[in-house]
């Protein structure tokens, strides 16, 4: 019975001493963070979130890119062009030489 009271006096002792309950109540609230995986999902959430963004980025400069081909598709300019140098197409004024092999 004396070692139950003197137990209490501890305790109660610890308990009028703020700092300590203070820094008792953050080393269990980590440590329950800890095993219940909520900080390592955290971390992945914030890992996965850099992940995205950086290919939202890529894939923006992508759209403009193709935009901007798109913009150049709709060119009779570019069209002639793409003509000409992908299946060997010419103008009406252009000159002809047929080599014999």
């Excluded at 900080?39 to 980025?57: E, M, N, P």
Aim: with cysteine; net charge neutral; proline share 2%.
């Amino acid at each position: 019975m004396d070692q139950l009271r003197n137990m209490a006096f501890a305790i109660q002792r610890w308990l009028s001493q703020p700092q300590k309950v203070f820094f008792t109540c953050v080393m269990v609230l980590i440590a329950t963070l800890f095993l219940n995986g909520t900080l390592w999902k955290l971390w992945g959430l914030y890992r996965d979130q850099s992940t995205i963004v950086s290919q939202s980025l890529e894939a923006k400069a992508q759209m403009r890119v193709i935009d901007k081909q798109i913009s150049q598709a709709t060119d009779t300019t570019f069209i002639e062009r793409q003509a000409r140098d992908k299946m060997d197409l010419v103008g009406d004024h252009d000159l002809i030489f047929v080599f014999p092999e």
